[in-house]
């Protein structure tokens, strides 16, 4: 996979709400909330141009009742892949244009993980542009290296992790 960052795209908004549509229809009653998450949820924030999806429902099981349907939008169904009690899927192949992490309603570590950092970068606009010229800057050095690239950004994301989670927590999360 090519790792490429662009400068943010306002369609992304619109993207994820075409694509939450679609979603919300398959999921139907068993789906709770769902969140754009990741980059390309932060305005102005440089990104992969791929879509982080975040639905969270009441029972993860069911979620896999549902894998032929996302297979037919165009995801493939890759289970938990290496966290556990979440479901992937992801779209578009080597050129990912969307990325679902499907999680229960009480996992509340990585469903406020994902929302505290979006949301702390939302209202950091600095941490947000250095973490935007970090990615930028490893995509140059590592243009065909996901692993490289994201080993890069490993540890500004756990410091990133840590900070918003401990504002989110003092201020209540949402």
Same mark, same amino acid.
């Given at each position: 996979?090519?790792?490429?960052?662009?400068?943010?795209? @306002?369609?992304?908004? /619109?993207?994820?709400?075409e694509?939450?549509?679609?979603?919300?229809?398959?999921?139907? &009653?068993?789906?709770? +909330?769902?969140?754009?998450?990741?980059?390309?949820?932060?305005p102005?924030?440089?990104?992969?141009?791929?879509?982080?999806?975040?639905?969270v429902?009441? &029972?993860? %099981?069911? =979620?896999?009742?549902? +894998? %032929?349907?996302?297979?037919?939008?165009?995801? %493939?169904?890759?289970?938990?892949?290496?966290?556990?009690?979440?479901?992937?899927?992801?779209?578009?192949?080597?050129?990912? =244009?969307?990325?679902?992490?499907?999680?229960?309603g @009480?996992?509340? /570590?990585?469903?406020?993980?994902?929302?505290?950092?979006?949301?702390? !970068?939302? =209202?950091?606009p @600095? %941490? $947000? +542009?250095?973490?935007?010229? !970090?990615?930028?800057? !490893? $995509?140059?050095?590592?243009?065909?290296?996901?692993?490289?690239?994201?080993?890069?950004? @490993?540890?500004?994301?756990?410091?990133?992790?840590?900070?918003?989670?401990?504002?989110?927590?003092?201020?209540?999360?949402r």
């Amino acid at each position: 996979m090519n790792v490429v960052i662009t400068e943010y795209n @306002d369609n992304w908004k /619109e993207a994820f709400s075409e694509e939450a549509l679609k979603i919300k229809d398959i999921f139907g &009653d068993e789906l709770t +909330n769902i969140h754009h998450i990741g980059s390309t949820s932060v305005p102005g924030l440089k990104s992969k141009p791929i879509i982080d999806i975040m639905p969270v429902v009441k &029972d993860i %099981e069911k =979620t896999d009742s549902f +894998n %032929e349907r996302m297979e037919q939008l165009g995801y %493939e169904c890759m289970g938990e892949l290496g966290m556990k009690g979440r479901r992937y899927f992801r779209k578009g192949g080597d050129n990912r =244009t969307h990325q679902v992490h499907v999680f229960q309603g @009480d996992n509340k /570590e990585d469903i406020t993980r994902h929302l505290a950092v979006r949301d702390y !970068l939302r =209202t950091h606009p @600095d %941490e $947000a +542009n250095r973490y935007g010229d !970090l990615k930028e800057n !490893l $995509a140059k050095q590592f243009p065909r290296d996901i692993e490289a690239y994201m080993n890069g950004k @490993d540890a500004f994301v756990k410091e990133l992790e840590r900070k918003a989670l401990n504002g989110y927590e003092m201020g209540g999360g949402r």
